[in-house]
């Protein structure tokens, strides 16, 4: 006889673990991020719906981040961040990566983010003294 709880309690859908592993703050969002491409199974795009075991590897990217981790354990209800963490292993490449990206983005800010939209009346003041229009 086939013991189903088992079975059931080895996997659970790839949506519901990136949330409770606390990757995304919604799982709406956990499944957006899968339909989007922004998560990898095994190196392969899949479905939200797609089961996940024990062993598998996950590319996620979030934002400029991206991790590649393993899963360790299943969970399919959200807990607490110690368990979250429980939940999978960052591969050393990832974390090495990551470090590297974020000293990039931490000396080298991205041109332009300082602007946030319009300029205010204080700056049209500023650029109309230094000579602007």
């Not at 339909?35 to 990217?61: S, Y």
């Not at 400029?64 to 393993?70: H, L, N, P, Q």
């Not at 939940?87 to 090495?96: G, K, N, P, V």
Request: charged share 35%.
């Amino acid at each position: 006889m086939i013991d189903h709880q088992a079975d059931q309690a080895a996997r659970t859908r790839l949506d519901k673990w990136l949330w409770a592993a606390r990757f995304f703050k919604h799982r709406t969002a956990a499944t957006e991020a899968v339909d989007g491409g922004k998560v990898k199974l095994n190196g392969a795009a899949v479905k939200p719906a797609r089961d996940v075991r024990v062993g598998d590897r996950l590319d996620i990217t979030i934002g400029e981040d991206t991790r590649t981790v393993i899963i360790r354990a299943i969970a399919d209800k959200r807990g607490s961040a110690m368990v979250a963490q429980a939940l999978y292993e960052e591969t050393a490449e990832s974390i090495e990566a990551r470090e590297r990206a974020r000293d990039l983005r931490k000396f080298a800010a991205a041109p332009g983010a300082d602007l946030h939209g319009r300029p205010t009346k204080r700056d049209r003041r500023r650029i109309d003294r230094f000579g602007g229009l």
